[in-house]
């Protein structure tokens, strides 16, 4: 079945900083993929999507790119600001799987100042 | 739009009474989700429907949970009885484009 993989957290860097967030995935068909963001006491939220390999994704100066040859899509962003502290969680949902959607177990960042 | 709405936002419950969580998806959803998260098992996928009809249940942990969605603007999930392990957070979900999923506040159960 689908299922997707993403680094243990947390992670913990100083304001500025290069972040990376690895997701990796398993699928039988063609997944679309996507980065959800949830901050403390709300739900989740759509941050960032890519439907097809090589399509980079990309919202509020964050990025991630449809690797189909390693089977994964790795959030990054070049300069973190503590308000960008929440847990992000990779997901994918494809017509193999009824278009039902799998989340990672999700990411806990804390940035500090 | 309002989003998706759920009730209540809190519940605290004693073991072996009912539960019932509420939801309303945004309109034109046609896939409506309900999700479990606690720290130990992360989000968990319960059941999801399209146009109304459950497609896939296999989420569901045991015969004490249920779920409705009597039309396209409501939705519920029914515990019962509950049991102190049920407490987590309960979200329900709305989509018409797959995988792209508006979440709704959530709603916390606490059982005693």
């Known amino acids: 079945g689908n299922s997707v993989t993403q680094m243990e957290g947390p992670v913990t860097l100083s304001e500025e900083a290069f972040l990376t967030i690895n997701c990796t995935y398993t699928a039988t068909g063609y997944p679309s993929l996507f980065w959800y963001v949830q901050y403390p006491g709300e739900g989740l939220q759509l941050l960032l999507k890519?439907?097809?390999?090589?399509d980079k994704g990309s919202n509020k100066g964050f990025e991630a790119t449809y690797r189909k040859e390693t089977t994964s899509f790795h959030l990054e962003k070049g300069s973190v600001q503590v308000s960008d502290s929440a847990v992000y969680f990779c997901a994918l949902s494809d017509r193999g799987g009824g278009f039902k959607t799998i989340f990672g177990a999700g990411t806990r960042l804390f940035v500090k100042a | 739009d309002a989003g998706v709405i759920q009730s209540p936002r809190h519940e605290v419950t004693e073991m072996g009474q009912e539960v019932t969580l509420r939801c309303k998806p945004i309109?034109?959803?046609?896939?409506l989700f309900w999700y479990r998260q606690t720290m130990m098992r992360g989000l968990e996928l319960l059941i999801y429907f399209n146009n109304n009809v459950p497609i896939d249940d296999s989420g569901m942990p045991e015969d004490r949970f249920s779920a409705k969605m009597p039309n396209a603007s409501f939705s519920t999930l029914k515990i019962q009885p509950s049991e102190p392990r049920d407490s987590a957070v309960y979200f329900c979900?709305?989509?018409?484009?797959?995988?792209?999923?508006?979440f709704g506040e959530g709603s916390r159960l606490t059982v005693l």
């Open positions: 979900a709305s989509s018409f484009i797959p995988g792209e999923l508006f």
């Open positions: 309109s034109g959803h046609d896939y």
């Open positions: 890519a439907t097809k390999a090589d």
